[in-house]
T-cell receptor
Framework: ELKVEQNPLFLSMQEGKNYTIYCNYS?????LYWYRQDPGKSLESLFV?????AVKQEGRLMASLDTKARLSTLHITAAVHDLSATYFC????????????FGTGTRLKVLA | KAGVTQTPRYLIKTRGQQVTLSCSPI?????VSWYQQTPGQGLQFLFE???????NKGNFPGRFSGRQFSNSRSEMNVSTLELGDSALYLC???????????FGPGTRLTVT
């Protein structure tokens, strides 16, 4: 069964601190996506990672992909309250199916 | 470009009834996917349509069905509603090699 696991599931952190969210997946894939969801809202695309070693940064968020380890990370630098949300990773398997497999989500709360 | 739109945004139905949800993708996008989001099960893939054909299907019972029209608009139908069908139903459209999905605001369905 294809699985995408994120950890931690919940993360409470102080403003100004750094932390990393991990996304492990069980299938071969060369495309990984990160999304953000605010409470009661839809999903907003953050990053698309296409190849091994890909790194993308936007503001205080940086995402990377290691296809050999089947691992992606979302690193938060100097967290601010506005980053509080649920973050999802999603994998598109290389089997040719256009079927995202979503991770469990990480609920991030940044405390002032 | 206008984003993905979904109607209605909120819906309350009674067990045993049926419901039809609508999704209009971003102009030019030919792929439309549907997801069910619940607190217990997370984001689960329902099905994906491309050029009026169902290309992928998730593990949902036959009560869940969909279709796509020639203008890429899509509808999802759930027959014989059950309490467990209460969820946020999200539609996403995608196009091109990146296959980055853009999500609509969702339809929140409550079954009583």
């Amino acid at each position: 069964e294809l699985k995408v696991e994120q950890n931690p599931l919940f993360l409470s952190m102080q403003e100004g601190k750094n932390y990393t969210i991990y996304c492990n997946y069980s299938t071969t894939s060369d495309r990984l996506y990160w999304y953000r969801q605010d409470p009661g809202k839809s999903l907003e695309s953050l990053f698309v990672l296409l190849s091994n070693g890909a790194v993308k940064q936007e503001g205080r968020l940086m995402a990377s992909l290691d296809t050999k380890a089947r691992l992606s990370t979302l690193h938060i630098t100097a967290a601010v309250h506005d980053l509080s949300a649920t973050y999802f990773c999603a994998v598109l398997p290389t089997s040719g199916t256009y079927k995202y497999i979503f991770g469990t989500g990480t609920r991030l709360k940044v405390l002032a | 470009k206008a984003g993905v739109t979904q109607t209605p945004r909120y819906l309350i139905k009674t067990r045993g009834q049926q419901v039809t949800l609508s999704c209009s993708p971003i102009s030019g996008h030919r792929s439309v996917s549907w997801y069910q989001q619940t607190p217990g099960q997370g984001l689960q893939f329902l099905f994906e349509y491309f050029s009026e054909t169902q290309r992928n299907k998730g593990n949902f019972p036959g009560r869940f069905s969909g279709r796509q029209f020639s203008n890429s608009r899509s509808e999802m139908n759930v027959s014989t509603l059950e309490l467990g069908d209460s969820a946020l139903y999200l539609c996403a459209s995608a196009q091109g090699a990146l296959y980055e999905q853009y999500f609509g605001p969702g339809t929140r369905l409550t079954v009583t």
